[in-house]
């Protein structure tokens, strides 16, 4: 499944690709390295490009500047049939009038190898997507869940070294959602093959990848493991768009302090400098309410707006003059609102972990 | 000029010039395979397209003034003075300006210069040219091109012609206009198009409401006799009504007088033929009405007829503006119906055919042509326009209307549809009758006789044998190449400035009526400098023209098809590196043969029925059902003419039946994978 690599070099390595349809731009300068066995998801919201940097690695979609080299080959303007990948839709693209084992074997029967031989593989390759006695069935007589396997079975038939998925889990249900989530990651372990998938899903990517490429308006926003774009957004984009995120206006009043309304907080206030305006960043699962005490680093009194019941645990909007009237959002237990007794129009103390503040230049995202 | 515009220019400054993906063995064979295409349509319209728009502009003149004459009394004797042809024959009255405005086979005796010119008298002739080239007039047999005296004794001059000389300009289109009988055909042929289409129009539509929105019963039968003209060829209609209200008609009296060869006719035979065209448009706009207007009507308690005027009629509007566009270019186009029952009343389509076939005037033929595509193209290009707003309107969610049974109403379209059935079921029954009779109106008694094709001019046996060969390849040979063209506009990847020229060359045919691509076609085939030549005469040009003529519909259906399939095909194909002609065979062919089967039988039914297109092509080794009809008719042989006519129509029936068959059968075997 590997062909030979030089040391040091990734699998694949996207530089500067540029695309134009027309006078629009979908892809404006992006450059990535991935690297063998990865499990990369590219993530944003819906037209950010992300289909189209999948066709451009296929050569479905030839990019308008650039350079993409897979394996150490410079693969920019091959057309598909001589690039190694193998590709499953959102729609499956599955033939209509072949039956399931004839869909799998379609790629390997141009390959000139003995029919037994053929008949073999698909088989195996269908035990190992999870299906077996459905050979002869045809794709409109499987649920939406086995014909993605099937679709995945066949992509897999001929071992390419790259697996492209575009969106493969969006036309499936909920429940059959999340229960291939993991066993596609499975497989993809198992097999050890290079793979790239495109989502609209944070909690899709956040499961499944090894990395996110986080994309926005054709630009990649950021690369990280899901804990490092969850953890340190690099954007406020990135902030915004993977998980909940608090934002407030704030102000940089000295190296390491930001102030926000009232209230003083310390934090590391990194690139900015004394006297910018700031957007002040918190998750709010990063708001603290138990054992805190007037007085403790970062607490401030807040007034509870509104209260959410969510069953495990609550959403409670504070506001007050320590935030200049602004409200923050925090996920809090709901043993803790017995035990302090929250109810909107009622005080409460809460705190913020100085290493969980992170700031934005206002303007940004 | 846009800010990316001005980022495309900086980064194409920054990298250099946008990237070009190599081609691969795929694309190679798709753009080969293209460029035969579009190499077929180049030839097979667009060049006998303007071979005939540059022979509408080719002008035949007598150059009288670049011959001169010289007269001598006998053998031995002085010449005369030397005479200019212009200024002799102007000086005798013998020309005129307007006679120097001739056609290609026009001939001008030289004799009729010398009013007293006898052949068996001593007098010696000679002519000769002065002008550039020569060539202006012939002497036995062949065209004199040098500048020397021709002499001649009165038996050579007595053959002697003056020959006109080619040039260009637009003097055909001036004496098109300047000459009222072909003039007054415009006249005409608007008349019949627009009454035909006003009375089709509304005929038809009551007729799709009544199958679309009543609960009437025998739904299913009236829908089949609707589509019976479909079967027949445009002349049959005109044959029936020679039987009905003709000279000997049985139901002469009705006409009150008035003679059923003329206008009457015309309208009628057309109004016959065209409506399964117009109720087919019309019952699929109805169809697509979105019942919760219905439902918003009668909770306001709208009265019946104010939802009618306001929802149903709007709802329908792009249907109605198309079919009438459709049935105006049918009639207008059509030569069928006003060659046989016109009589004398002219109108383009027969004006055509006489320039060609009686007076050999290719040039005029060539120009009447021009002025019958005007409308024929305007209609075609509104209707195009019109569709892709009806497109839009399907695609929208729309609640299918489901009709409640209203016994009143319901009655009065049973009724309605019934009497228009008769008609049709009578004047197709009229045929069939009349084709069974020996010999009208004199000995009704029933007999084959008039199917014993073989004992009358006009073809026989083999005429029908033809038109089956005929309809079998074009069936055939039609359904591959409009099929893989569809698929290469539809599925070609890159290659946009292609697929798009040849998506417009593949929507043209339809805007062009049949006698006009006839009449191309003689021009462009039959020029001797065509290397295509050899096809002129031969059952390769009947097929091509046939062929080209349905092209657009069939292309319609296939492309319909083809879009329904999933876009990704093609790229899963590329990924398992199989070839894109592999995949086309094992998937594309076998998911759309319901679309082919329709294709070809379209094809089939058009090639057995037509003659608008064939009849200036065949030979007397191909000539065709359809032409033999047309012939037998102009014969006088008119109840041989009924039987052929019917002949065309057992076959397409049987072809249809056959296609519904095979269809249900293909549905039974695919059944397992078409589910959805
Ligand atoms: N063939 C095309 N022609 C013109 N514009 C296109 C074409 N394909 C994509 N675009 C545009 O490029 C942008 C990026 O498209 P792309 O399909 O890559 O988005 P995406 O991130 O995959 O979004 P989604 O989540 O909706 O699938 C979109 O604005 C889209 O409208
Ligand atoms: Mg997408």
Redesign the pocket.
Known sequence: MTTENQAGNPYLRISNVIKY??D?C?LNDVSIDIEEGEFVCFL??????????LRAIAGL?LQTHGRIEQAGRDISNLPPAERDFGIVFQSYALFPNLSIIRNVAYGLENRKLPKAEIETRARELLELVGLTGQDDKYPAQLSGGQQQRVALARALATSPGLLLLD?PLSALDARVRVHLRHEIKQLQHRLGVTTIM?T?DQEEALTMADRIVV?NE?VIEQVGTPMEIYRHPATAFVADFIGKMNFADGRVSNAGKVKLGDVELSCDTGPHGAGQAVQVAVRPEDIVARDVKAGDENAFAANVADLEFLGSSLRVDLTGPALGGQTLTADLSVNLMRELDLEPGHDVTVRIPAERIALYATGEG | MTTNDLTQAAAAAKYGRPARQRMGRDDLVMRGTMGLLGLFLLVAIVLPLYAMLSKSFETFTYRFDTIEFQVSGGEGMPWGKTMNALALGTELDVITPESMVTSNGGRFQATEFFPDFSFRAPTLYRMRNVGEGGGGFMVAGGPVYHADWVEMDGNAFRRAQIRPTESHGIDNYLTYVNTPSLFFSVYNSLFIALTTTFIVIILAFFYAYALTRTCMPFKGVFRIIALIPILAPSLLPAISLVYLFGNQGIMKGLLMGESIYGPIGVVIGSAFWTFPHALMILVTALSISDARLYEAAEALRTPKLRTFLTVTLPGAKYGLISATFVIFTLVITDFGVPKVIGGQFNVLATDIYKQVIGQQNFQMGAVVSVVLLLPAVIAFAVDRIVQRKQVALLSARAVPLVPKPHSRIDKAAAVYCGAIGVVIVGVLGMAFWASLIKFWPYNMSLSLANYDFDVMDGGGWEAYGNSIRMALYTAIFGTAIIFSGAYLVEKGRGFGFGRGLIQLLAILPMAVPGMVLGLAYIFFFNHPDNPLNFIYGSMAILVLVTITHFYTVSHLTAATALKQMDPEFEAVSASLKTPFYRTFAKVTVPVCLPAILDVSIYLFVNAMTTVSAVVFLYATDTTLASVAVLNMDDAGDIAPAAAMAMMIVYTSAGIRLLHALMTKGLHRRSQAWRMR
């Not at chain 1, 944003?44 to 940097?53: A, D, V």
């Open positions: 349809f027309g629009f979908a944003g919201p819906s037209g950010c490009g992300k289909t189209t940097l979609e969106e495109v609209h994309m054709g």
